[in-house]
């Protein structure tokens, strides 16, 4: 064999020995991008759950929300506008969910970007039921809104607009009833939860738990013309608890 040909096969042999690193340095850089992809995709993992929750609870899918919350969902998510979930499902007025969601642990308390709580925004749209789910789950009833009042003044309000309407017809009695019946639960709850003991003051011989309970066993059965004094009656009551 001449010099030059075994120079030749040297060289051949080289250009093996760097095409096989080349390809090895590939594959490893190959799996280290595969191994990269299953880590992102398992950091991402709650990511994508938190989004199936989130939508879950715009379209009130109640079983998919309970399922997702089954897995271990969390159930303080946020949307892009950094809404919880809770706050989703109150200012939505989906009742079940707003439940499911405070039974897996969401924070009643949890604030939005703009430093609101669930129970701001069951306020501000008067609803009572969910007013008094939220203040049952430990709900912070002493918080005030951007104009400073907080949900009982806000109930206040409704009543007032309650009797404004009854006044003036634009209210049916079965309707007003109902109504009526919802604002005495939510003062029941005041009261029977202990929210006295955050109060500066509470006139107990005009606003105490039987006295509400008697209320609400009159609205079903007590004649038409008193129900605008029961009205007169429960500002009253409002009138007589201050929050601190």
């Known amino acids: 064999m001449s010099h030059s040909d075994s120079e030749i096969k040297d060289d051949i ?22 191994d990269s992809v299953r880590t992102l995709k398992i950091k991402m993992q709650p ?12 379209t009130n899918n109640t079983s998919e929300v309970k399922k997702l919350l089954n897995e271990g969902v969390n159930p303080n998510s946020t949307d892009q506008e950094m809404r919880s979930v809770l706050h989703v499902a109150v200012s939505k007025g989906y009742t079940d969910i707003v439940q499911l969601l405070l039974s897996y642990g969401a924070d009643p308390n949890i604030r939005d970007i703009i430093q609101n709580t669930p129970l701001h925004l069951a306020a501000c ?12 789950s430990k709900a912070d009833v002493s918080c005030l809104d951007l ?12 009543l007032q607009l309650l009797r404004k309407g009854w006044r003036d017809g634009s209210i ?10 919802e604002v005495v639960d939510l003062l029941l709850s005041f009261l029977i939860r202990g929210v006295e003991e955050k ?18 066993l009159s609205l079903n059965s007590g004649p038409a013309n008193q129900l605008d004094d029961q009205m007169a009656k429960l500002l009253d009551d409002i009138e007589n608890i201050q929050i601190k």
């Open 125 to 136: 749209v008067h609803n009572i039921p969910i007013i008094t789910m939220l203040i049952n």
């Open 172 to 181: 049916e009695m079965v309707k007003l009833r109902e109504e009526l019946q």
């Open 147 to 158: 104009h400073g009042r907080n949900p009982i003044q806000l109930v206040s309000s409704k």
């Open 47 to 58: 990511i994508f759950q938190e989004f199936r929750l989130v939508k879950a609870v715009n």
């Open 13 to 34: 042999k080289d250009k093996i020995r760097k095409q096989l690193k080349l390809e090895f340095k590939a594959k490893k850089k190959i799996h280290n991008s595969h």
């Open 199 to 216: 109060m500066e003051r509470l006139t107990r011989s005009k606003v105490n738990v039987n006295d509400l309970q008697l209320m609400k």
